[in-house]
């Protein structure tokens, strides 16, 4: 069993937030790396979905990145891989105001 469904599988099992959050990063990217653009664009959205603000922000500053910047990003890629380059623009402009929000704090 890959690390990346591991980590989903324990992150599930404990119903931690923050857990549940890199966990379905790390299938993104995993997917993503092995050219499965769809299933990363879906784990990479959930990762979206799961992400809290005021929980998960402080991530930026403790690794160095906002999980949600980086899932954006990497969906911004996908959109363009995938031959949507209007909504990767769209995507682009939603990662940029959440990146400057990112830096003003």
């Not at 324990?10 to 050219?35: F, I, P, V, Y």
């Not at 990479?44 to 949600?68: I, K, T, W």
């Amino acid at each position: 069993m890959p690390v990346a469904s591991q980590l989903l599988d324990l992150a599930t099992r404990e119903g931690d937030s923050e857990q549940l959050l890199e966990a379905h990063l790390g299938q993104g990217n995993t997917a993503l790396l092995q050219g499965a653009l769809m299933s990363a664009k879906v784990e990479f959205e959930e990762a979206l979905r799961l992400y809290d603000e005021n929980e998960h922000r402080s991530q930026a500053f403790l690794y160095g990145f906002d999980p949600a910047v980086f899932c954006l990003c990497k969906i911004c890629w996908i959109l363009q891989f995938m031959g949507y380059p209007d909504q990767a623009r769209e995507k682009t402009k939603a990662l940029l105001e959440l990146a400057n929000g990112v830096s003003d704090r």
